[in-house]
Structure formats: C-alpha cells, structure tokens
C-alpha cells in the first residue's frame, strides 16, 4: 500500500525510492549470477592452450587456458597490486599474473621437474604505465626493443591469471564476480528500504487503525497539516507522522478522546553539542495508561512552537478534559518593560502598540522558539509571552513565563533569567506608521528593566 497523502508521501517517497532502487539491482545482480552458472561451467569443459586461443579471432580475455612452462619465472613489475612474470615453455615466452605462493610453488617444481603447468584465466593488461614498465623490462630479457605496441605481438594480447581452475575460481574472475558485488551492494539499500517501507505501514493505536485508515483520514477535507511537527489533525484523531524507523515503531494515531494528557518537550541527543542535537517530543498519555509519542521534530523547527500550541488547542477543542501539561511541571514568570523607540534608539513615550502589533509579536516569540539557544535544552518545556496590563492597570508591561521541569526549577532559573535579559534586549523590528509623515517607517519594540 502506497500513501496517497501527499504530505505523508513526502516522508516515505525516499525511503520507498531506496528500497526499489535496491530492489532493481538485486534482481540485476541475480540475473547476472544465473545468466553465467552455464557459461562458467562451459568455460572450464573447453579449458585450451593459451596459443590455441590467441590463434582465435575472438576476445581473448576471459578464457580458461593452461600453459606449460620449462623455467623458472622472471619477474617484471606490477599491475595494479598484481605482480606479473614471463614465462618460457623454451620455445616462446608469455605473461602471467603471480602471487608469492603461487611463484614459490612453481619455482620448486621446475627445479625439482623441469617443467609446470599453469593454468587459469585470460586478462588484458590495460593499464598504460605497467604495460611500459613490462615491456621495457621484458625487452631488457629477450634481448629484443619491445614497446607498448608490439609486446602483444611478441608475449599475447593477455596474461594469466593463474588459478587453481575449479568452478568457484572461473566464476570468481569472470562477470559473475560483478553479480556477487552489485548484490551484496544493493542488500543494503534493500533490506534498509524494505525495513524503512513496513515500518511506514505500521500503525500504532488503541484501536486497529491501520495505514489505509490513516491515509483516509488525512485526505478529508478540514484536516490540519502541522508540517514542523508531522502532524495531521483530523476530523476524527490524532495521526503522529514518524518516518525514522531507527528510532520509532511506526505512525502513531489516536482518537481525541482516548487522549488524557498531552504535552511537549525537549530532549538532548548527543551532550557534546546539546543545541545542534536537540529535539522536540510531544508526547500523549492515553486511557491505556501507556505514553505515545507522536512527534520526534528538530528543535530547529520553523514554527515548531507555534505548532505546538495550535496543536493543543486544536486538541482541547475537542476534548475538554485534555491536560496540556506534564505532571511535573513548575512555571516561572519574569517581567520586562518595553517602549517603542524610533531608528536612532529615541523612545516614543506618545506612541502605543496596537493589539494587533501585539499579537504579531507573541506569534513571533513563539515561532522564534527563544528555547533552541537555552542551555540546558531539556530543561525549558514551554515559554509564552503575554501584554497583562489590563491586571497591572497601565501600559508597558511584558510578561514571559517559562515552564520548568520540576527537579530543575531551582538549577536553572537563575540562568533562565540572565538569558532572558539577554534576548528581550534584542527587541523585535516592526513597521509603525500613521497619518503623521514624521513617525513613516521602521521602529523597535524596546525591552528593559527587570521588574522582577
């Protein structure tokens, strides 16, 4: 089952791109194995002498040959890690490819003997700097000028490899090879899309909503899209949109009214760097008893508290008896004055805020998400910014109020506190303009004075 939602789509469109893309080079890699059991078992029932197949027309390369040598074998150099030999029957001189066992083992026969048979597969040597140094080397030998050119002339177009011929080995050196390592490649992106694909399919709930059920309630029309968060809001639950697979079982969806409790925080991943790795949870006890996490989100976020918010709202809309909170949570609220000042910093003691300049700077506060910067991260739940001056009975006042875990209410208020003066002092740019062309232009929300 594919997701037709576009926005859950998205989420799993690499993971499923992962996995076909794995599963074509599997069948690649399976086919070409199958394709060369018969040729590689052909190979060897036609085993020939190397000069019967430099005599043929054909590619000469990948041929399974043998080759009967009377001397001890000279080396010449390297091609790539291979080392490559001359060796005589006493008549004419070819080349192969060695290793030290390989040029021992022959070495004592041919003393012992006089003579071994090598046998193994065809190669051409490709390379353009060994093909020098061979043929320089090899010249140096026979006593002759050979060159890059006319070495194929004098020792064959190929080498061999020598090998102990047996199915294993032909098939080995041979284009199966290529089979074997673009299938052990590809099981990784197979196994790792194929784990990523069921896991996007798997739904966790109180009920037996299933991915179909999932897919279907996201695409009714009215459902709410959180996109920081990953998740939907529709008409009938909850749906927690969790594509690491690592980490997570699969989606999480639960009806509004299995929700008792619902609430956010942060979590660090690594305490070396605990800013870059921070993450936001959201979290939802249900009427199981049991806790369900619905969104796994980077702290860096765009809008990622402003999405928490509309999404406990949107929640508690529904299901009045919501707890939008942790057990263990203690608020803290601190107070700013603040004055709008013009370009050059000169306050504006007759200019007023409007409500909407207000709103705009508590939805700003909130999608800022000043707790990406605190440290300790996991400390801070939730910050808000409120205007109470209709309590305080005059204009100016500020409130932000921070809810602290409580075994960390004490550890971290002071900090809380000196980070807080920091940043309010930074202010928030708006446009402020009215019919007066003198106050045209751009102007700051100004922070200051602790009030306690």
Not at 36 to 50: D, F, M, S, V, W
Not at 65 to 83: M, R, S
Not at 384 to 407: L, M, Y
Not at 421 to 442: H, L, R, T, V
Request: aromatic fraction near 12%; include cysteine.
């Amino acid at each position: 089952m594919v997701y037709k939602n576009k926005n859950i789509r998205f989420y799993y469109s690499v993971a499923f791109t992962v996995f076909m893309v794995g599963a074509i080079l599997m069948t690649v890699s399976f086919l070409i194995i199958i394709l060369n059991l018969a040729p590689t078992a052909e190979k060897i029932r036609n085993e020939q002498h190397l000069d019967t197949v430099l005599l043929d027309s054909g590619n000469h390369a990948s041929r399974v040959v043998y080759f009967d040598i009377t001397e001890v074998p000279i080396y010449l150099g390297n091609e790539k890690k291979a080392k490559i030999y001359l060796i005589s029957d006493g008549k004419e001189y070819r080349l192969a490819e060695l290793d030290d066992k390989e040029y021992k083992e022959i070495k004592s026969h041919v003393e012992a003997t006089g003579s071994y048979r090598v046998e193994g597969m065809t190669e051409h040597i490709v390379d353009s700097k060994a093909r020098n140094n061979i043929a320089s080397e090899a010249g140096k030998i026979i006593g002759e000028n050979v060159s890059t050119f006319s070495m194929d002339k004098i020792f064959g177009d190929v080498c061999i490899i020598c090998v102990k011929v047996n199915f294993f080995s032909v098939f080995y050196h041979g284009i199966g090879l290529a089979g074997v390592i673009l299938g052990i490649v590809s099981a990784i992106p197979f196994f790792g899309g194929l784990y990523e694909v069921r896991t996007s399919r798997k739904v966790i709930s109180l009920g037996n909503i299933t991915a179909k059920d999932i897919d279907e309630e996201a695409n009714k029309e009215g459902s709410i899209w959180l996109d920081s968060l990953r998740i939907y809001l529709t008409e009938n639950m909850v749906l927690g949109i969790i594509s690491d697979a690592k980490s997570h079982e699969g989606q999480v969806a639960l009806k509004y009214d299995e929700i008792c409790q619902i609430y956010g925080y942060n979590k660090i991943i690594n305490q070396e760097n605990p800013t870059k790795n921070a993450r936001h949870i959201i979290e939802a006890v249900a009427t199981d008893g049991n806790k369900y996490i619905l969104s796994d989100a980077e702290m860096w976020k765009e809008n990622l508290m402003s999405e928490t918010e509309e999404l406990f709202q949107q929640i508690k809309d529904r299901n009045s008896n919501v707890k939008c909170e942790p057990d263990d949570v203690k608020y803290k609220t601190f107070k700013f004055r603040y004055a709008l000042v013009n370009s050059e910093g000169k306050e504006l003691s007759d200019k007023k805020i409007d409500d909407d300049t207000k709103q705009d700077i508590m939805m700003n506060f909130a999608e800022y998400n000043p707790l990406y910067y605190f440290k300790p991260a996991d400390a801070v739940l939730s910050m808000k910014i409120s205007f109470p001056e209709e309590r305080f009975h005059e204009e100016g006042i500020v409130e932000i109020t921070a809810g602290i875990w409580g075994d960390k209410e004490v550890e971290v208020e002071k900090e809380l506190f000196d980070y807080l003066e920091q940043k309010m002092m930074d202010g928030w740019d708006i446009d402020y303009s009215d019919d007066d062309d003198e106050f045209d232009g751009e102007y700051s929300v100004k922070f200051s004075e602790i009030e306690g």
